[in-house]
């Protein structure tokens, strides 16, 4: 499976970004996917997840600004993050595989088994 993030870019505090991530292979459609964000010289964090049927999970930091969703037919993966804050500022990987036996946002800390290469959100004045 082969990952490639798009949407990254520049944008004021309070505005918004929508992030994509291509995926292939015919098992996007049965695998959990998921995004994490680093910072450099921080640990790469969880920011959201989504499984093959459709529960979303996030970080307690992002709820209520940033959605998660999935579009199977297409192999895509979205990121909409809304009331964007400095402190969102990260590279955001795309990340999936298997699904993962858990019921919380906890099961997916430690990533899946494929990684895109990262798109960088800038958030600032």
């Known amino acids: 499976v082969q990952l490639v993030e798009s949407g990254g870019e520049l944008v004021q505090p309070g505005g918004s970004l929508r992030l994509s991530c291509a995926g292939s292979?015919?098992?996007?459609?049965?695998?959990?996917m998921a995004w994490f964000r680093q910072v450099p010289g921080k640990e790469r964090e969880f920011v959201a997840a989504?499984?093959?049927?459709?529960?979303?999970f996030y970080v307690e930091s992002v709820t209520g600004r940033f959605t998660i969703s999935r579009d199977n037919t297409k192999k895509m993966l979205f990121l909409q993050m809304n009331n964007l804050k400095p402190e969102d500022t990260a590279i955001y990987y795309c990340?999936?595989?298997?699904?993962?036996?858990?019921?919380?946002?906890?099961?997916?800390?430690?990533?899946?088994?494929?990684w895109g290469r990262g798109t960088l959100v800038a958030v600032s004045p």
């Open positions: 292979g015919d098992a996007f459609s049965v695998y959990d």
């Open positions: 989504i499984n093959w049927s459709g529960g979303t």
């Open positions: 990340n999936g595989g298997p699904p993962v036996a858990t019921t919380s946002a906890t099961g997916y800390y430690y990533g899946m088994d494929y």
